[in-house]
């Protein structure tokens, strides 16, 4: 899988200004911060042929989460409490098979 950077151009003030509401944008944001921080958790304890496929993902969303910052010029270091708790609830599973 190929990083796909090229492909995501930057948008101007104006095309920003009409760019649904911050909550939209935090959301967003969130979304792709929950999936990379899934497949770095998922990578721990997956196989060695499921750790390939996932590095390869891990590669794409930061990415993706790196341009959905860019893009509402918004930063976020960290997950939200509800989605610290679903990766929590997630990892569970991960280590009750």
């Not at 196989?47 to 993706?64: A, C, N, S």
């Not at 976020?76 to 679903?86: G, N």
Request: with cysteine; hydrophobic share 40%; proline share 4%.
């Amino acid at each position: 899988m190929e990083s796909h950077r090229h492909d995501l151009e930057p948008v101007s003030q104006e095309q920003r200004a009409s760019l649904p509401d911050a909550r939209l944008a935090r959301r967003l944001v969130l979304d792709e911060l929950f999936d990379l921080s899934l497949y770095q958790r998922l990578r721990r304890v997956g196989t060695p042929e499921l750790t390939r496929t996932l590095d390869e993902l891990i590669e794409v969303e930061k990415v993706h989460f790196a341009f959905w910052q860019d893009f509402f010029s918004i930063k976020i270091p960290r997950l939200d409490v509800a989605r610290r708790c679903k990766l929590w609830f997630a990892s569970k599973f991960e280590t009750s098979r």
